[in-house]
Antibody, heavy 124, light 107 residues
Framework: EVRLVESGGGLVKPGGSLRLSCAAS????????MSWVRQAPGKGLEWVGR??????????DYAAPVKGRFTISRDDSKNTLYLQMNSLKTEDTAVYYC???????????????WGQGTLVTVSS | DIQMTQSPSSVSASVGDRVTITCRAS??????LAWYQQKPGKAPKLLIY???NLQSGVPSRFSGSGSGTDFTLTISSLQPEDFATYYC?????????FGGGTKVEIK
């Protein structure tokens, strides 16, 4: 059974930093493309970014609102995905989900399995 | 960026009803569209991908159709566990974007 468990959320002041983790099990993590998706309170879903598997280059892509502030990385030896968030803004307040990507033709990506999410609150 | 517009934003229906939700893309996305179901306080769940492919384990009362810019999610006979919010997502190009959601409520 695929299991994704996020951690690291909490309350942080504007301009601060936070690192989220996502512990994965039940599948071959090193082969997986992984994404972060967030959801502001009472709002819809927003893709944050994605990291490919190392065998597919390990490249990352980000949504414009977080590019240059957020960094996705992975430790395949620990089956763990990370999201380093710097220069946080109040509008980054959201539940952050990690997902496994269902990849079609090596370019099309859907979000197949989801963790339970971790809440990040940015407030002074 | 490709904008995804869902309609209606909410729908009231009864158990056994047929429910149809539409999703329109601001430009053509071929068939690269997925549908997700989200219940309150829970993570979204993938229902359908590539417009009409049912994800493993999803009941056959769910179906998807469409291509280009117009897509539809149909629940053929609404069950109590189907009351939730549904989102579409385009996978044609970055940034990957979602529709605003359609809440299916009990009538």
């Amino acid at each position: 059974e695929v299991r994704l468990v996020e951690s690291g959320g909490g309350l942080v002041k504007p301009g601060g930093s936070l690192r989220l983790s996502c512990a994965a099990s039940g599948f071959t993590f090193s082969n997986a493309w992984m994404s972060w998706v967030r959801q502001a309170p009472g709002k819809g879903l927003e893709w944050v970014g994605r990291i490919k598997s190392k065998t597919d280059g390990g490249t990352t892509d980000y949504a414009a609102p977080v590019k240059g502030r957020f960094t996705i990385s992975r430790d395949d030896s620990k089956n763990t995905l990370y999201l380093q968030m710097n220069s946080l803004k109040t509008e980054d307040t959201a539940v952050y989900y990690c997902t496994t990507d269902h990849v079609v033709y090596a370019v099309i990506e859907y979000f197949q399995h989801w963790g339970q999410g971790t809440l990040v609150t940015v407030s002074s | 960026d490709i904008q995804m517009t869902q309609s209606p934003s909410s729908v009231s229906a009864s158990v056994g009803d047929r429910v149809t939700i539409t999703c329109r893309a601001s430009q053509g996305i071929s068939s690269w569209l997925a549908w997700y179901q989200q219940k309150p306080g829970k993570a979204p769940k993938l229902l359908i991908y590539t417009a009409s492919n049912l994800q493993s384990g999803v009941p056959s009362r769910f179906s998807g159709s469409g291509s280009g810019t117009d897509f539809t999610l149909t629940i053929s006979s609404l069950q109590p566990e189907d009351f939730a919010t549904y989102y579409c997502q385009q996978a044609n190009s970055f940034p990957l974007t979602f529709g605003g959601g359609t809440k299916v409520e009990i009538k």
